[in-house]
């Protein structure tokens, strides 16, 4: 225990002044010589300071890498994050993920004068976003001297952190709701060597119970409250942006959760207009499934009153019901004048069969961007005609046991769902193949 109880980060005292954060409530600055996920005054939560005072470039993107960081979608960005030194950088090629264009799930948002871009952030080397967030937070571990880190997770922060603490050659601690979270992400968390945590309790609990431990031992927390992590997430806004070569979308459309995704789009979009690279805010729209979606209430009562709810549904990555970066992202839904709306889990499934059938494809999580999409295209919040992004978060194979159940097992009424693709048996026998070959060519 020794060890673990001493108070001393391993960085030589002065190395990192250049790395510094401030309190979004009082402004405190401080250096980030150590993991720091609150203020030390107030409590508030904190922002990475980027220095912004110059104008900057496209040219400058991805020039003057150092080779650990050559091919990274993330570090490409360098000059709008926070100055890691090089010899700290861990990452894992991560970033560089597609924008499709497809004019059925255009079709199926309602934007029929309009456009929808698919950003696929399930094309991360872990098959989601966490990974470009966790790529500089496992960087600034490395560079403060941390000797573990730790996480509490729904399963995707867990699997990327256990992949990048492998690369850093890092003990990695990870707390799970028990059986809670899908079999693809508890594969991979396991497969990649962290030390696994079964909570008896959701994530909520998960959390502040890891909290506990991080405030009283020097374990180095990368959950979406430490600000590095959010520097990374930024570039899904920048590669987007870059990708539309500069033109702002009307809307930008994402699952919330924890709602780090949300803190850290905001704070992309502003430092873009801030060195020129844009001239003015996409909106952004926030996709709570409905069983989980505290921070929608919240908007929808003029930011009165936060009250945290116990989370259900079946998009097990926004089952969260006391977001822990909800100041930050109501911040980002002020600057934009951002939406907040709910969908309910047949709305999420449905966009989900609609993306897996154009063989795009995502976790139910990341559906609710679309969901939404629909919805707000049916209300008139989003015009018909607008240019629409769509932001799915994680890979298809994150959960599989969801897309079985949803082609195979009959819903409450008996009835398969509306997409269901039930796969047919048949005897070894050629006639009965030549039965299923014709099905196959007239639908
Ligand atoms: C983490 C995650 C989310 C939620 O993001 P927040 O930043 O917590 O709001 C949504 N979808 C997937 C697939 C995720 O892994
Ligand atoms: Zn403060």
């Given at each position: 225990?020794?060890?673990?109880?001493?108070?001393?980060?391993?960085?030589?005292?002065?190395?990192?002044?250049?790395?510094?954060?401030?309190?979004?409530?009082?402004?405190?600055?401080?250096?980030?010589?150590?993991?720091?996920?609150?203020?030390?005054?107030?409590?508030?939560?904190?922002?990475?300071?980027?220095?912004?005072?110059?104008?900057?470039?496209?040219?400058?993107?991805?020039?003057?890498?150092?080779?650990?960081?050559?091919?990274?979608?993330?570090?490409?960005?360098?000059?709008?994050?926070?100055?890691?030194?090089?010899?700290?950088?861990?990452?894992?090629?991560?970033?560089?993920?597609?924008?499709?264009?497809?004019?059925?799930?255009?079709?199926?948002?309602?934007?029929?004068?309009?456009?929808?871009?698919?950003?696929?952030?399930?094309?991360?080397?872990?098959?989601?976003?966490?990974?470009?967030?966790?790529?500089?937070?496992?960087?600034?571990?490395?560079?403060?001297?941390?000797?573990?880190?730790?996480?509490?997770?729904?399963?995707?922060?867990?699997?990327?952190?256990?992949?990048?603490?492998?690369?850093?050659?890092?003990?990695?601690?990870?707390?799970?709701?028990?059986?809670?979270?899908?079999?693809?992400?508890?594969?991979?968390?396991?497969?990649?060597?962290?030390?696994?945590?079964?909570?008896?309790?959701?994530?909520?609990?998960?959390?502040?119970?890891?909290?506990?431990?991080?405030?009283?031992?020097?374990?180095?927390?990368?959950?979406?409250?430490?600000?590095?992590?959010l520097?990374?997430?930024?570039?899904?806004?920048?590669?987007?942006?870059?990708?539309?070569?500069?033109?702002?979308?009307?809307?930008?459309?994402?699952?919330?959760?924890?709602l780090g995704n949300t803190a850290a789009?905001g704070k992309?979009?502003?430092?873009?207009?801030?060195?020129?690279?844009?001239?003015?805010?996409?909106?952004?729209?926030?996709?709570?499934?409905?069983?989980?979606?505290?921070?929608?209430?919240?908007?929808?009562?003029?930011?009165?009153?936060?009250?945290?709810?116990?989370?259900?549904?079946?998009?097990?990555?926004?089952?969260?019901?006391?977001?822990?970066s909800?100041?930050r992202a109501?911040?980002s839904?002020?600057?934009?004048?951002?939406?907040?709306?709910?969908?309910?889990?047949?709305?999420?499934?449905?966009?989900?069969?609609?993306?897996?059938?154009?063989?795009?494809?995502?976790?139910?999580?990341?559906?609710?961007?679309?969901?939404?999409?629909?919805?707000?295209?049916?209300?008139?919040?989003?015009?018909?005609?607008?240019?629409?992004?769509?932001?799915?978060?994680?890979?298809?194979?994150?959960?599989?046991?969801?897309?079985?159940?949803?082609?195979?097992?009959?819903?409450?009424?008996?009835?398969?769902?509306?997409?269901?693709?039930?796969?047919?048996?048949?005897?070894?026998?050629?006639?009965?193949?030549?039965?299923?070959?014709?099905?196959?060519?007239?639908?």
């Amino acid at each position: 225990m020794g060890a673990v109880q001493s108070r001393v980060w391993m960085a030589e005292p002065g190395a990192l002044t250049a790395l510094r954060v401030r309190c979004m409530d009082c402004g405190t600055e401080q250096v980030a010589d150590r993991a720091l996920t609150r203020c030390p005054v107030c409590g508030g939560l904190l922002d990475a300071l980027v220095a912004l005072d110059a104008p900057v470039r496209p040219e400058q993107f991805g020039v003057g890498l150092p080779p650990n960081a050559r091919h990274s979608g993330v570090w490409r960005y360098r000059p709008l994050l926070p100055p890691i030194p090089d010899e700290a950088i861990v990452s894992r090629w991560e970033g560089n993920t597609p924008l499709y264009e497809d004019d059925r799930l255009a079709d199926y948002a309602g934007l029929t004068g309009g456009s929808l871009r698919i950003k696929h952030e399930g094309h991360n080397p872990t098959a989601s976003f966490k990974d470009r967030g966790m790529t500089v937070g496992v960087s600034h571990a490395r560079a403060v001297g941390a000797r573990i880190v730790a996480c509490a997770s729904t399963g995707n922060t867990s699997a990327s952190l256990a992949s990048y603490a492998a690369a850093a050659g890092l003990p990695a601690l990870v707390l799970i709701p028990e059986g809670k979270i899908s079999g693809g992400k508890l594969a991979q968390t396991l497969a990649y060597g962290a030390r696994v945590v079964q909570v008896a309790g959701d994530f909520d609990q998960a959390l502040s119970l890891l909290r506990q431990l991080t405030d009283a031992y020097d374990v180095y927390l990368v959950n979406s409250v430490n600000p590095f992590r959010l520097e990374g997430q930024k570039t899904i806004v920048f590669e987007m942006l870059e990708q539309l070569d500069w033109q702002v979308p009307d809307v930008i459309a994402l699952p919330g959760g924890n709602l780090g995704n949300t803190a850290a789009f905001g704070k992309a979009l502003g430092e873009l207009l801030q060195v020129g690279l844009i001239d003015r805010l996409p909106k952004l729209a926030v996709i709570q499934a409905a069983g989980a979606a505290p921070f929608a209430s919240y908007h929808a009562g003029g930011w009165q009153t936060f009250a945290a709810v116990v989370a259900e549904t079946i998009a097990t990555a926004i089952k969260i019901g006391n977001p822990a970066s909800t100041p930050r992202a109501r911040r980002s839904i002020e600057a934009t004048a951002g939406l907040v709306i709910p969908v309910s889990d047949d709305e999420i499934l449905d966009a989900k069969a609609a993306i897996d059938r154009t063989g795009i494809g995502c976790e139910p999580a990341s559906a609710a961007s679309l969901a939404g999409l629909r919805r707000l295209v049916a209300s008139g919040d989003v015009a018909p005609d607008a240019r629409a992004v769509a932001v799915l978060t994680g890979h298809v194979l994150k959960d599989p046991d969801a897309v079985i159940a949803y082609h195979l097992h009959d819903g409450p009424a008996g009835e398969p769902a509306a997409g269901a693709n039930r796969p047919i048996s048949v005897p070894a026998e050629l006639p009965a193949l030549e039965r299923a070959l014709a099905d196959a060519l007239h639908g």
